[in-house]
């Protein structure tokens, strides 16, 4: 009788189960290589979470013109339809990410209102690095992009995982 142990990994499919905007579980399927076996394996994610960052549409106007005049800061990038992300890295990695001046953070985006440097069109998605700083409850601040969040956005846990396998 043949082993059912896999002998290469020829592919592996994502799944996502959303209902009404959020994320119930996703799984991953891989298949093998000689008896096409699948094995399954299941992440229950954490809800999205509706939180109180960001700045009403109608301020966006103002809050640009202040940040532009910022001296020495990153180039900005205004977002809308956006989840505050908290990665959940084991302690180890979440102190190699702090000896680096990171914090264990990103920020997705589902449409760019506006971006100074015009690296994305108006429209489309953005996922950032990690987290530098937070300011005015507003203010995102990576390496090398000040995200200006406008609008309601959501708060969530996402595994390492998750954040590794989001590709634009």
């Known amino acids: 009788m043949g082993s059912l142990l896999p002998t290469s990994l020829l592919k592996i499919i994502f799944l996502a189960d959303y209902r009404n905007n959020i994320l119930l579980s996703k799984s991953t399927w891989f298949i093998t290589s000689g008896d096409n076996h699948m094995t399954k394996k299941t992440h229950q994610s954490s809800i999205h979470i509706p939180c109180t960052y960001g700045i009403?549409?109608?301020d966006m106007k103002m809050w640009l013109e202040r940040l532009l005049q910022v001296n020495n800061r990153r180039p900005i990038c205004a977002i809308t339809a956006?989840?505050?992300w908290d990665i959940e890295y084991q302690q180890e990695e979440i102190n190699e990410l702090a000896k680096n001046g990171f914090l264990p953070s990103a920020i997705f985006s589902e449409n760019i209102i506006w971006d100074e440097q015009n690296r994305w069109p108006t429209?489309?998605?953005?996922?950032?690095?990690?987290?530098?700083?937070?300011?005015h409850d507003c203010v995102f601040h990576t390496k090398n992009t000040s995200y200006l969040l406008v609008g309601a956005g959501k708060r969530r846990s996402i595994s390492p995982y998750e954040f590794n396998a989001i590709h634009f």
């Open 123 to 135: 429209g489309f998605c953005v996922k950032s690095t990690w987290l530098q700083s937070f300011e």
């Open 56 to 58: 009403p549409v109608k």
């Open 82 to 84: 956006w989840t505050y």
